[in-house]
């Protein structure tokens, strides 16, 4: 018996160790906690596991690649990611460069992007910030990152449990993260802009291209290998809305991720942090610290993506969604019902509060309204599809029951929730019109749900689009996809609504330790943010670029056109820095 068990735990040593351990713990996290303790019956055999566990998961937060993809070409450097978080009043920001540059994997590269997040409470750092992070790591060539309400990073772990670290989100406190990235074959230029140094909507790509630093690089190139961007706005840069428009039109497919700089008490100031290698004037002098603009970090090539995932926490209040009849800028004055009928948005509301159950009205106080972000033909297409064979509408069969506006909050979003809606605030409403104003301006094309935002709809909301993304994994892997079976996560960049939080879900760090449940091996690194910025629900790069590149009639528009970037709010958007060997 001894020797049976010795055996089969050499052979799970082995399979966790060896090349193409990864498939296995991509598609079951939980093996490795239940199978590697429960090898033999001594505690000793348990240890041994948590052991091997613990090693592995090194090796895997080191972002190294498989060992079957490295020995095919030993002398080419590999991408590798770690992140830091402390707390404290005291050399926080150099205590957590130190502590990423301490967690980074020996035989790595030296870390060339930096990516930081100093809380407001420690506003008199602002100015020493980039400085610091360059002294500290002198072979950095980009650097973004802004002030933060709150910091979420990963905090070492004392228990005997099988992982280094864990993710941690401070809020209101004194903190600081910083994520340093090590990507050797990759492009990584940041730069900074401001309302008068943005490309005209006119300008050609390559005008944009020559912007944000890939001047020269051919637009075939940029198509078949779409950049990622990282973006960090001032709430008063005007031109926000702008700028990534002008990146999703210059860079099709590309991801987008990122958000406004927060603060945790009005009277402190706010900052974007910058510093580029090529640019002259960073290196001459400048503190590195601006309180306008925004600050970009394009990545392109070299294997390295940033893939996008936006949820924004709200749960429907009826299906199907209903169609706006009529709008003025961001005021919706009619909509058709799903009964084919034109009522004013305030009748329409009103009958679907009037027709939930008391727990459901009670949650309606944090009433939202969500938007499609899709194209006029995005819907036409999905009106053809919702009809049957004598051209009428499924919906539009239904009896005229006020009860079917207002089904169970259960009901999900439908077959494409994962491409997410835009969620805006009711801002008004006028009774004797009926017209309802939103946050945003309006499109009659659009189709707009009413929401509501409590911890149970933000919960179901974020695994929903974790499981389609690991689903989506899953799928390319077992498709026999060469990208999807050497795919590895580095790390997770988080910014997540200054609303969420402790506050929201009433439980310490709930999104980044969701997000780990579903990624073990992404360490994180993020803020609390004024705004979010991505696409909304889950987007890869690869994936969208082979798409288009398969349909040559969306090779210019892409499929950006139906989920386009967007600013978001009440949203956990996170991005999952990834790494694919290049093919030969």
């Not at 009037?354 to 009205?361: A, E, Q, T, V």
Request: glycine fraction near 8%.
């Amino acid at each position: 018996t001894f020797r049976r068990r010795r055996r089969r735990r050499r052979f799970y040593q082995h399979l966790f160790i060896q090349g193409g351990s990864h498939h296995i713990i991509d598609m079951t996290p939980m093996m490795k906690n239940h199978i590697l303790p429960s090898f033999g019956s001594s505690s000793s055999s348990s240890k041994v596991g948590k052991v091997v566990a613990r090693r592995r998961h090194r090796s895997s937060a080191a972002s190294l690649v498989p060992r079957s993809s490295a020995s095919s070409s030993p002398s080419t450097p590999l991408p590798a990611w770690a992140t830091a978080l402390v707390e404290g009043t005291q050399n926080t920001l150099q205590r957590a460069c130190d502590d990423a540059i301490a967690r980074m994997p020996s035989n790595a590269e030296e870390p060339t992007v930096a990516i930081c997040f100093v809380s407001s409470t420690l506003n008199d750092s602002y100015d020493d910030t980039v400085a610091t992070l360059r002294q500290r790591v002198p072979s950095l060539r980009a650097v973004v990152g802004c002030s933060a309400y709150g910091c979420i990073g990963e905090e070492d772990v004392d228990d005997d449990s099988n992982d280094d670290t864990q993710p941690k989100e401070v809020e209101r406190k004194a903190a600081a993260c910083v994520a340093l990235g090590a990507f050797p074959q990759s492009v990584a230029v940041a730069t900074h802009v401001e309302d008068n140094s943005l490309p005209d909507a006119d300008d050609p790509p390559e005008v944009w291209h020559a912007r944000f630093g890939l001047a020269g690089t051919p637009a075939e190139a940029i198509s078949r290998d779409p950049p990622s961007f990282v973006v960090f706005s001032s709430p008063g840069f005007r031109n926000l809305q702008a700028l990534i428009d002008g990146l999703d039109f210059a860079f099709p497919n590309c991801s987008v991720v990122g958000g406004i700089s927060s603060w945790s008490e009005m009277e402190h100031p706010q900052a974007l942090f910058h510093y580029a290698a090529t640019d002259e004037a960073a290196a001459g002098g400048s503190t590195g610290r601006y309180e306008t603009g925004a600050v970009v970090l394009c990545l392109q090539g070299g294997g390295v993506r940033i893939e996008s995932l936006a949820a924004q926490g709200c749960r429907p209040l009826h299906t199907p969604p209903i169609a706006i009849a009529s709008s003025d800028r961001n005021i919706v004055t009619s909509v058709i019902a799903s009964n084919g009928s034109k009522v004013t948005p305030l009748e329409h509301l009103m009958r679907t509060l009037s027709n939930l159950d008391d727990s459901d009205r009670s949650a309606a106080r944090n009433l939202m309204a969500a938007l499609t972000p899709k194209s006029t033909d995005a819907l036409r297409s999905d009106d053809d599809e919702n009809k049957d064979d004598d051209g009428k509408k499924e919906d539009e069969k239904e009896d005229d029951d006020d009860d079917e506006e207002s089904p169970s909050w259960k009901s999900t979003w439908g077959s494409d929730s994962t491409n997410g809606y835009l969620v805006r605030p009711i801002v008004g409403a006028d009774n004797n019109s009926g017209a309802v104003a939103l946050g945003s301006e309006i499109s009659p094309d659009q189709r707009l749900t009413w929401v509501c935002r409590d911890k149970e709809g933000a919960t179901q909301d974020l695994e929903l689009h974790l499981s389609e993304r690991v689903r989506r994994r899953l799928e390319a892997s077992f498709s026999g996809s060469s990208e999807g079976s050497t795919k590895q996560v580095l790390g997770c960049l988080l910014c997540a609504c200054n609303g969420r939080g402790y506050d929201l879900f009433q439980s310490d760090s709930f999104d980044s330790r969701t997000v780990r449940r579903y990624e073990p091996s992404g360490k994180v690194c993020g803020y609390f943010a004024n705004g979010e910025i991505a696409r909304c629900g889950v987007h890869d790069p690869a994936v969208a670029a082979a798409a288009a590149d398969r349909s040559p009639s969306r090779r210019q528009s892409s499929i950006s056109s139906r989920d386009p970037v967007s600013l978001l709010g009440f949203t956990l958007v996170v991005g999952f820095v990834t790494y694919s060997p290049p093919p030969s």
